[in-house]
Each structure stands twice: as C-alpha cells, then as structure tokens.
C-alpha cells in the first residue's frame, strides 16, 4: 500500500498540504522549546566580579541550616549577621582590614538599579577612575557609566551630592562611591568585610566564630550581591518556557489531529470509490497510515529545519525583553531535536489511527452520495472519552475546592486544567455546534432573502466541518481568556485583599535598605492628628512535618499601633494579644491554634518558642505573619503606616509628613496609590511571559485556523458550482461563504469564552473559600480581540480559495469529477 500511498500524495498533494502545513509548524515549536529549556539547564561558570582582586572576604553567617531526618535543610537568611566584634578586632591585628557596605540609591537620571558602596572598596573590582578624583567629603561620589560626568550635581534620597569622578562600568552593577565615613552613615551594618592577610591565617582567626566564612578564588563570587542569580534566572525561565513548552505540546497535538480527522474524513467519497472497485477496509487503513507516515516523516523533519532558525531568534528576544539573562543562548543540544522528530511523526500517526478505522468501514454506497450530511458525526469511542474528560474537568476542580482551595491558584493548575476542559469540549464539539450554529443564525434566517436559512443549514449539517473549523478559535480564546483573566484575578484579588487589611490613610516608604532612623522616626509621630505605626521587614523560619524548613515574610510591628492601622483577616485570637513572646500566623501554618507553642528560627537565625496570639485566614498566600520589633533583630523600620484623627485635614497632614521624610528621602503615598505601587497589576516580566505563552500558541492556532478554513472551502468546489447554477452570481456565493465562515467563529468563541469562564469562576470560588471577596474578572476584550482576529483570518482563508474556485466558472467544477 505504499505505492498506493505516494501515488495518492503526488496526485492529490493539495489535500495533504494542511495537515503537512499544521505538523511542520507543531514539530517546529516542539524543537524551538526543547532548544531553549535544554540551553537553559546549566548556566555558565561565574567568577568573582566586586572582589576580583581582593585577597581574602570573610563574610557573617548569612544562611539558616537546620538538621532534619533526611539531611541539612538551608534558607538564606532574611537578616544576615555582620561578622561579630572580636572576630572582626583579631582579623585587624592580621593585616589591613576593609568594611564593605551595599546599599540602594535613587538618583534623579540615574539608572534605577543604582547601589552605592564606600570607595575603599573600589579597588577590589578593580574600578580605574576614568575622570576626576575620589571622593573626599560627604556630598561627593564617584559614579559608574556615563550617566552623569564630572562635576555635576544630582538629587539623591539622601541629598544632593555632587559627582567628583567617575568609573568605566563593568557590567554587573551601577555603582556610586561615597567616602568610608558617608557610606557607613547610610548603611551602618557591615556583613563583609576584605582582610589583606594569608588565607590560612584568617581562617585561624575566625575559627570558632559561628557563621563566619572565609572566601578566596572563586569563592568569592559569593560575596558579590546575589550569587544564586543565575541559578534563580534558569529557574524562572526553566517555569516560563516549560509552561509555554506544555502549552504549545498541547496545541500542536490538538491541532495535528484534529486536522489529521478532518482531512481523512474530507477523502469519504474516495474511499467509498475504492472499496467499490475491490479494496478492503484493512487495505484502506493500510493506505491511510501510510500516507500519514510519509507525511509525518517529511513534517517532522522540515519541522526540525524550522526549529534550528527559530530557536537562537526565541532566545535573543527573551533576553531582549528582560526574560533571560544577557548570557543566554541556544547551545548546541541534539536530543530536542529527536523528542521533536518522533513526538511529530507519533502524533501524525496516533492522529490517523481512529480516523483510518472509520475509512476502513466506509461502505462502497459512499462513492455515489451527493450530500455532505453529517449522518454519525460522533463515535462512540469519542462520546466516552469526551464525557470521561468532562467529568474529570468539573470533579477535579470540585475536589479542590473542597480539600485545598489555594491549589487552583497556582500557575501551574491555572495554565493546565483549561487544557483538560477545552480537551473535553474539543471531543464533544460535534454534539454541542448543531444547537449553537442554530441558535447563532436564528435571526439571520429569519432576515429576508435565502443566504441567512443557507448558512445556518450548512454549518449544522455538515458538523465535521463546522467543528474542525471551531476548534481552532475554541483553543484561541479558551487559552487566551483563562490565562490573561486568571492573572487579572489574581493579581485584583491580591490588591483587594492588601486594601481591605490596610486602614492607615497614608503609607511612608523609606529610601533605601538603611530604612528611617530615629530622628526621621520622631518627627513622623510628632506630626499632628495621627495615628503611626512603624514597622520592619523580616521574616521567621519553621520546620514543618520534620523535614521542610519553610520561610515566612514577616513584618514586626507594636500591636496597639498595628490594631489602630491594621484589619487583619483573623480566623481566631486578637491582635492586641501579640507581645514578644508571641507571633500570628495564617491557617496554612501546620501549627495553628491560638495558645500553641510554635517553635520557629528569627530572620537572624535566632531560635525561639512562641505562642501563638492570633490566627489569619490563608487568603492568597501573601498574609505572611507578624512578630514584634524585640522578635526581629537588626531590622530596620522602612514603612510607617499613617491613620487619621477624626477632623485631621490630609493636605496638612500629608504635607508633614512629606517635611519629616525630607532628608531621608522617604516617599509619602495614599492608600490606593501605595496598593497599585506595591501590588500592580501585571508587571512587565510576566506580561512578557504571557505573551510568549500566548502568543506561540495562538500564532499556531491562527495559522491552523487559516489552513483548516482553506481545507473545508476547498472541499466544497462542487457545492459552490452548484450553487451558481441555481442562480447565484459570483458576489453572492463568496458573501455566503464569509459569513458561514464568520458563524463557525462565533461558535468556536462561545464555546471557548464558555471554556474560560467556568476557569475563572473556579478561581472565584476559590477566592472566596480563602475569604478573599472580590468581583469576577472576565477579559471581555481579551475574549473580543481573539474571536475578532480569528473571524478575520476565517473570512480571509474562506474567501480567496472560493474565489479563486469561482473563476473557473459554474459549469467546469460541478462536473469535475473527483
């Protein structure tokens, strides 16, 4: 039957160009991903880059590890310890001793990741002055770049400071250099400190000092800020792309076989034609398959052609657009291309197995039918596997509201469970497009004339069609409302509940990681007609079912002052219960009952037994707990909370409260503004990351939307002929056409706003079991701008294969044999 096989493909090559079209492109986006997740599981040897050139750090504790059944659990410390005093005293009897200090600084014109360092430490990178000197007074700095030259002034959060030199930037970091003395006034602590002494001596010296490391070679990178980011980029981008990854394996699985379906059940008459001249129904399975084999081969392998010129243009937009370090690129890996290969030419061949069952069992009376009614649209097989896939898309997430709401939150159940619903609503299509297309065209066929009652006839008897063309747009707007609308809701959801705990009027933020000292602190309480409530950043550490060392945000905060600015979402006890020997925690604590000891680690490390005071509800995850100041040592205040006395004029108030923070550089904000500042609606990276989800996948789904269309009007030559011969002009056959193919649309985007919807109202109820109340968020321009695309690109790929079909005339096609 091969030769059987590639006769067929050379002579009707036309019929086989969808689904090589829809293969080639899956295959492709297959490779693109398995290219870049395999480029991105190692990240590439990193040295030292601020201490280059020192000799050796030593470096204060700044990780909790905690002894469990199953080996060291570690988390790194919210509040690292400076290395102790005597240690430090020893370490100078050694040799020269230099503080290093980090520090954020916002400059007016200046880059937005600006950190300021003392210039002793200079050396270590090695930074050269370009221009100028060094700094010599408190208000001057030297900066990194070609930002601001020398000799200028500029407005910091600490004061204007004027630049006295400058530095060629190395890359890493955009520094300002301030003098020793300065730098230790806006960042006091010290966590590291470079010895200029033999390393084997230091080691001597800080022995016994708990914590304290001593780093040389390339060690020392662990001294540089954030020595892990690499690690953390692949994570991330490891998340981002195997989402994407998963989601485009979906679509290109869908779409092959659904297209594989549609193209072996176009072919019925012709099958019918051979079983009348002697073929048998294993014959024609034979033939099918091998068909679908010398097409998946060919795909599969132009797709992985494809794939090796998309891969690097991924990776450079991905690094582009902030998603991927700038030392990422797509490396020279192989097995993507194999998973690639034979996950293509597994799906071309799995797609045409039921497909080439039912053209075995087409009866020899096929070659002589002249209508294109749909008599047995749906199998039984696809009945069962449709509702078996239905019950568990409804049960699931049943469950999960029942045993953990906070489980449909999670990426990873937002962005898969659609697939399992649109899944099921794919296979059940053809039960569900009748009703729908009639219902869609019951005003249009009740319009005058005989094109609205035509176009409502077509699509509800010829239902393979109707659903082929469907399932493209179902994909398209299912994927696009579910996963655009579940961030809206998160992200509403998250402010919402930020905005209901938070009754302070104004919110001051400090300036930088120093936070506000105690005069600026003395100056916000004295501010008249209000009520303040200082509060640090910390977190509390817990080891939970023996071996899982959980970490916990914390803010520590007088309870009298968090009562008066605070509604805390408590499921038990009372706020004002909350002392130093006490924490509130969430209900997602494994330890949660008000009047238990916890036993936790402080975000020093310190460990401590605590009662618990108060309980909150889980929310979204972002309710953390609270401690007092004494339970979060080293933490600086860096938020005041500010309510207003009853009669208090806030112009007055806020104007006070801008002069108190004025040489700190502390920023004032209302309410609303500090909620949309702390908790926007959707930041860049994960726009950017949505996109490239979304975006891969729809491009797909748009492409087979226009290649399906294409194949169904191409099948329907002989009926457009006919239809000229009863009359029709050329005008009216092509507007009959646009607008069936308009209608298909309109179903395939209620079924996937249907598909969506029942998501986010998943979502919703989840929400509310987590006692987090607020309105649904339903994309209706997202949904809008899918379905109008998709209906564009329809009547588009309708009209011109009819159009061009029509030129031939009316008499030519209806006798054409086929």
Known sequence: MLSTALRVLRTRWVTFVG??????????LIAVMGLVLASSLDAPARGPERFAAAPVVVKGQDALKVPTSIGDRSQKLARPRAVPDDTVARLRGLGTVVEDRSFAVRAEGGPADLVGHPWSTAAFAPYELGTGRAPEAADEVVVSGDWARAGTRVRTGGGTVRVVGTVAGLGFENAVFYTDARAAELSPRSLQLVVDADAATVREAVRGSRGVQVLTGDARRYADADPDRDGEALTAMNAMFGTAGGVTGFVSVFVVASTSAFSVAQRRREFGLLRTVGATPGQIRRMVVSEALVVGVLASAAGCALGSHGAPRLAGWAVDEGLAPRWFTVGDHVWPYHVA??????????????????????????????????????TR????????????????????LVTDPGGLLQRKTYVSRPMLLISAVALLAPVLVRPLARLVAWLPARLPGAGGMLVRENAATGVRRTAAVAAPVLVTVALAGSLLGAGAVLGEARATEVRERTTADFVVTAAGDAGFDGATLRRLRAVSGTE?????????????????LIRSDARAVEPEPLAATARLPLAAGRVNDLDDDSIIVNEEWEKHTVGERVDVWLGDGTRRSLRIAAVMTIGTGDNGVYVTPGNAPGAPVDRVDVRLDDGADPAAVAAGLRQAVRASGGEVLTRDAWVREAYPETDRTTRAGFFLVLGIALLYTGISLANTMV???????????????????????????????????????LLGTLVAGLELVGMWGALGLLSVRTS???????????????????????????????????????GVRE
């Open 19 to 28: 689904g090589f079209v829809a293969l080639c492109l899956g295959v492709a």
């Open 341 to 378: 290969f034979w996950t293509g030419l597994s799906v071309a061949l799995c797609g045409v197995l039921a497909a080439s069952w039912r053209a075995g069992r087409t009866g020899p009376v096929e070659a002589l039918r002249e209508a294109s009614v749909d008599t047995r649209p749906m």
């Open 381 to 400: 097989g696809r009945r069962l596997f449709g509702a078996a896939l239905l019950l568990a898309a409804v049960v699931m997430p049943v469950l999960d």
């Open 532 to 548: 303040v409530s200082a509060s640090s950043s910390s977190a509390v550490y817990v080891l939970e079912d023996g071996v899982a």
């Open 711 to 749: 194949m169904a009007t191409s099948d329907r030559v002989r009926e457009l002929a006919v239809l000229r011969l009863a009359g029709a002009t050329r005008w009216q056959v092509l507007r009959l056409v646009g607008a069936e193919a308009l209608m298909v649309v309109v179903v395939g985007g």
């Open 776 to 814: 649904p968020e339903i994309p209706w321009a997202t949904l809008a701008a899918a379905t109008g695309a998709c209906a564009v690109l329809a009547v588009i790929s309708a009209i011109v294969p009819a159009g061009l079909a029509l030129r031939r005339g009316a008499v030519e096609p209806a």
